[in-house]
């Protein structure tokens, strides 16, 4: 469980986070929706300590990550797995090496007992026989399953995902979300997921809070986000005319 | 403005050297990268080295020849300690640093600055690694170790390179050279080649990662941070040399 109390951040004059609670689940997926420029990079950065708030607390499991050192962050860490909106793969090296890096950099581990932890990690993603292949040869859905064994195979408490739908097709975007989805139930963690797209990753939502100008604006869970009467949100959700009349639809149709 | 830009340019740079000198997290996979730094820096400059030096040797011979020919009262045979003390002294730490702070130094400002706006400086941060220790010390270690190799390279092939040019241009014979060269050597001056060719590549390497590590935004500035990494380092480079120079010839 990660509780985020009144996280607050500022660049110069412009306030982007004013003062955000919130808390996400162990063992469910929790859904931060917001628009572009709503500050939800700028949240997810702080969540994982790559930016200092200027105010509040983020624990993890009661330990504050705000006021961690370096090297403390660093352990904590090892207990993270993050999903890069840009994947962040590291391009020198193969598929293989890749989700192997964390196990290379971090344990003690024979190489028999690497290979066969990233070949169940890339199985789980259902990408094999790409081992030996390099980020540039393979296409951007596959590189998200990278990404994401990668950020499996230290077995982590906590992953964080940002954008995960970013460029991908509507289908392919629809695959990634229910692997994010299954992995987070079947291994217990606590997952993050960060995201402009409602479409596509609402879905996967056990939680959903939404995020209007740099404050936490709403939550609930997706049957609510049909319910509501917040403008901001609905506005968000149902951008055009056509949306709202779907939704109108639906309401009306369920009485 | 602009000066107290440049102290926290310094004050930056200052900690991440600082910040990079801690215990590598995992050593099979820090002296991998040191290994890997060496080979790419010493095969990648080996060819542009050897002809550069080679040239620059002969050209320093040519000139001294024509000089001290036309001058007529020094024996030719000094020539091979004079071209023998340019390139020991100058042009083979000097002109290998600065050769270096083009090809590695942009090399490296932009491996390292790829990975910061592609995300996996940060991706190697949230996984728990210290990208100081783990990206940065083993390209400063790599090319601290591999350019002095160079640079006693670089100066054979330019003392060679003197001695070529000056029996094809008649200055001398191949034996004058020869017993020229062995003639009131100076230990000194092979220390001070030494003391260059460490801290020249230390500059260059980190003076790379340092611009590569701190880009902002897309490739518009990375190829901006690249070029800068050169134009600094070439500066440190003449700058240091001059010390150098100054306090201990
Ligand atoms: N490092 C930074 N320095 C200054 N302003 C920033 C920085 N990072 C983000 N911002 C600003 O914060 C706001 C929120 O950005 P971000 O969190 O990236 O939005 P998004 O919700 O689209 O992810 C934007 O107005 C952005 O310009
Ligand atoms: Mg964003």
Redo the contacts with the bound molecule.
């Keep these: 469980m990660i509780e985020v109390i009144g996280i607050e951040k500022s660049?110069?004059a412009?306030r982007?986070l004013k003062g955000i609670d919130v808390t996400f689940e162990k063992g469910q997926c929790n859904l931060i929706i917001?628009?572009?420029?709503?500050?939800?990079?700028?949240?997810?950065?702080c969540l994982v300590g790559l930016?200092q708030p200027d105010n509040g607390q983020i624990l993890f499991d009661n330990r504050d990550i705000v006021k961690m050192n370096h090297t403390e962050k660093s352990d904590l860490r090892r207990e993270v797995g993050m999903l890069f909106q840009k994947n962040a793969l590291f391009d020198s090296m193969t598929i293989e090496e890749n989700v192997r890096f964390p196990l290379d950099m971090f344990t003690n581990m024979s190489a028999f007992e690497k290979k066969e932890r990233v070949d169940f990690c890339l199985q789980r993603v259902s990408l094999m026989g790409a081992n030996d292949k390099y980020p540039s040869e393979i296409s951007g859905g596959m590189m998200k399953r990278v990404a994401l064994a990668r950020a499996i195979v230290l077995n982590p408490k906590y992953l964080f995902c940002?954008?995960p739908n970013s460029g991908l097709d509507p289908q392919t975007a629809i695959v990634i979300d229910n692997l994010i989805k299954e992995i987070t139930y079947e291994f217990n963690i606590t997952t993050v997921v960060?995201s402009?797209d409602m479409n596509s990753v609402i879905e996967i939502g056990d939680y959903i809070n939404f995020?209007y100008q740099g404050e936490l604006w709403w939550k609930g869970d997706k049957k609510e986000i049909l319910k509501t009467q917040n403008d901001e949100l609905n506005n968000f959700v149902f951008p055009s005319e056509f949306m709202k009349e779907i939704k109108e639809v639906l309401r009306e149709g369920r009485g | 403005m602009k000066l107290i830009n440049i102290l926290d340019g310094l004050g930056a740079y200052l900690e991440m050297i600082f910040r990079m000198f801690v215990k590598p997290q995992k050593y099979s996979m820090f002296f991998r990268e040191v290994f890997r730094q060496m080979y790419d820096i010493g095969i990648g400059s080996f060819g542009i080295i050897s002809i550069v030096s080679l040239f620059i040797g002969a050209v320093t011979s040519v000139q001294f020849g024509n000089k001290l020919m036309n001058l007529g009262i020094i024996p030719m045979w000094w020539m091979g300690g004079m071209v023998r003390d340019t390139v020991i002294l100058e042009m083979a730490p000097t002109i290998t640093g600065l050769l270096l702070a083009g090809k590695v130094g942009s090399n490296i400002a932009s491996e390292i600055g790829t990975m910061r706006i592609s995300e996996q400086i940060d991706a190697m941060e949230i996984m728990g690694v210290n990208t100081y220790s783990f990206l940065i010390a083993p390209k400063v270690l790599g090319a601290v170790l591999i350019v002095p190799a160079l640079t006693t390279l670089g100066m054979f092939i330019g003392i060679i390179g003197g001695m070529i040019s000056g029996v094809l241009g008649g200055y001398f014979g191949q034996d004058e050279y020869i017993y020229g060269l062995q003639d009131d050597f100076n230990g000194r001056y092979m220390l001070i080649m030494f003391i260059k060719s460490f801290v020249f590549p230390f500059l260059i390497s980190s003076i790379a990662s340092f611009k590569g590590y701190y880009v902002k935004g897309g490739a518009l500035e990375l190829g901006k941070s690249s070029t800068d990494a050169v134009v600094l380092s070439s500066i440190a480079i003449v700058f240091f040399n001059f010390f150098i120079a100054y306090f201990l010839l």
């Design positions: 660049f110069q412009q982007v917001g628009k572009s420029g709503a500050g939800k990079t700028v949240f997810m950065s930016i940002d954008e960060v402009h995020i």
